[in-house]
């Protein structure tokens, strides 16, 4: 009965994997820190560093150092008489250990 339990429970944190990351974050500012060991990915509200450093180095295979975290605020447009607002993101920015890189394609 306990390994039954033990399956379920395995079985439940797989089905709960949570992804934080959206995608990598590309403006002239980025692609600069990208040729320091610095890069730039758009992240999901509520990521946190610890999951935003696991996830990088799953799905990028690379040691990352330090990871800081950006909160973009929303910010109003206009054109003519038309008013919006252009929506708010979190962006973090990871360190990569010496001799590690992140093709980007750029």
Known sequence: ????????????KKENI???????????KATDLAQRGFYAFKVEKNG????IKEEIEKKYKV??????????????RRTGRIEGIKRGYKKAVAKLKEGDSIDLGL
Do not use: A
């Not at 040691?63 to 109003?76: L, M, T, Y």
């Open 1 to 12: 009965m306990n390994s039954e339990k033990k399956k379920s429970k395995e079985e439940g």
């Open 18 to 28: 949570k992804y934080v990351l959206k995608g990598t974050h590309i403006s002239e």
């Open 48 to 51: 946190n560093k610890r999951e």
């Open 63 to 76: 040691n990352v150092e330090k990871v800081r975290i950006i909160n973009v605020p929303s910010k109003k």
